[in-house]
Structure formats: structure tokens, C-alpha cells
């Protein structure tokens, strides 16, 4: 099942061209794939992101009567966040995009899903202030493989 989930998301970045923008309150999501319901949490326009402190991204959410699955965060989806300080990521989400967080100055603490299982390199590029990398017990050294060897310290289990 979960390398069914995995191809289910690289063909959700294939058909990201044909993504449909959606606002759901400080938050803004590409939907990737209408048949099998799967969005991606993206970038909000930046005078709308400068101000941003916290980000508890959802599992799920309706559009126009369908329930769709936040399953990744897309290439530079936070970046320039310059007053984010934590994120809390659901455990739908497996990816997280280039540079996902790149530039989030202000970066203090994030919480990754047991079900992680991308992380682009650069997807905390230039975050001087994080601190801790949240994850779930028995989970932490197969996530600080996944990251920067950079940043492997900072993983913390939650619990």
C-alpha cells in the first residue's frame, strides 16, 4: 500500500500544471490530481505570507464537495516566510518540496509525520533559527536520514 501511495504522489508532481488553486483561511493549495483527490499544500502571495507565525496544515479538506488529501508540501510552499516559527505537517503528508521552507528566518520548530518519506535537500535552506525537528518515537533515525546531515542533530522524538 505504501508504494502504491508513493507512486500516487510522483504522478501528483507530474500533473502539477494542471493544478487548481484553493484558499482554505491562511492557507493555499494546488490540487494535483482530481481523481484521486490529492493536493498539495503551496505559496500564498507574499503579502500574504510576510506575515504568517504559525502553520498547522490540514489532513484534509472540501472542495466543491470533495474531500481531497494534502499529501505534499510543494516546492518553496513557505519560502520567504520571513516571521514563520512552527509548522505542524498531518500524517497524510509523504514530501516535502525544494526549498519548501527555504528562508523562513524566523523557523523555530517543525513536526514531521511518521509517513515521510521525501525530503528535499533544500527544503530548509537558510532557516538559521530552527531549533527542533519534531518527529514521532521510533521514527527518528529513519527521518534524520532523510535530512541534511546539517540538520540530523535537531530531530527530536515527540513523546
Known amino acids: 500500500m505504501k508504494k502504491f501511495g508513493f507512486i500516487l504522489l510522483l504522478c501528483a508532481f507530474a500533473v502539477a500544471t494542471q493544478a487548481t488553486d484553493v484558499r482554505k483561511g ?4 494546488n490540487i494535483v490530481s482530481k481523481r484521486y483527490h490529492i493536493a498539495e499544500a503551496t505559496y500564498l502571495p507574499q503579502e500574504e505570507s510576510v506575515n504568517l507565525q504559525k ?4 489532513s484534509h479538506f472540501w472542495y466543491k464537495a470533495r474531500r ?4 505534499v508540501i510543494g516546492n518553496g510552499a513557505f519560502g520567504g516566510c520571513w516571521k514563520l516559527r512552527y509548522v505542524q505537517i498531518p500524517a497524510t503528508v509523504t514530501a516535502l518540496g525544494k526549498g519548501a521552507f527555504a528562508w523562513c528566518i524566523n ?21 538559521p ?11 527518528k533515525q529513519r527521518i534524520q536520514d532523510l535530512l541534511p546531515k546539517e540538520l540530523r542533530y535537531l530531530v527530536k522524538e515527540k513523546g
Do not use: R
Not at 481531497?68 to 499529501?71: G, T
Not at 523555530?108 to 527544503?123: F, N, S, T, Y
Not at 530552527?130 to 521510533?138: D, E, F, I, R, T
Open 129 to 139: 533559527n530552527l531549533k527542533a525537528v519534531y518527529v514521532p518515537q521510533g521514527h
Open 107 to 127: 523557523l523555530e520548530e517543525i513536526e514531521l509525520p511518521e509517513g515521510i518519506c521525501v525530503i528535499a535537500e533544500d527544503a530548509f535552506s537558510s532557516c
Open 55 to 58: 502553520a498547522v496544515i490540514p
Open 68 to 71: 481531497y488529501k494534502v499529501s
Open 26 to 29: 491562511n492557507l493555499a493549495f
